[in-house]
């Protein structure tokens, strides 16, 4: 079982950064893939990037592709999500969420474990 629990949210200005922490419970964190989605009103959810177990490797969404940043820090059990040039359209509640083993995933029905996510506004 693993429980996630996302802070770093706000309101910022369109062109402005903002930094996404989920801090994990897992005994062995780096067992897990983690990702960060994110849903706007009236919107599916959506992926926004994901690290592999390690943080070797990492996967974006075009939309965010050069702006944002994903890395893990496995001593702290942390996952972040650094988010630079924000734009009104990243307005969304962000989630992020563990998935077993070390493949990677894109769609949230393949992670199992999920953070109650964190607002970020962005105002133009």
């Known amino acids: 079982q693993v429980q996630l629990v996302e802070s770093g949210g706000g309101l910022v200005q369109a062109g402005g950064s903002l930094r996404l922490s989920c801090a994990a419970s897992a005994r062995t964190f780096s067992s897990y893939v983690m990702g960060w989605f994110r849903q706007a009103p009236g919107k599916e959810r959506e992926f926004v990037a994901s690290?592999?177990?390690?943080?070797?490797?990492?996967r974006y969404a075009d939309s965010v592709k050069g702006r944002f940043t994903i890395s893990r820090d496995n001593a702290k059990n942390t996952v972040y999500l650094q988010m630079n040039s924000l734009k009104p359209e990243d307005t969304a509640v962000y989630s992020c969420a563990a998935r077993s083993g070390s493949s990677f995933a894109l769609g949230p029905n393949e992670y199992a474990y999920w953070g109650q996510g964190t607002q970020v506004t962005v105002s133009s």
């Open positions: 690290i592999s177990r390690f943080g070797d490797n990492t």
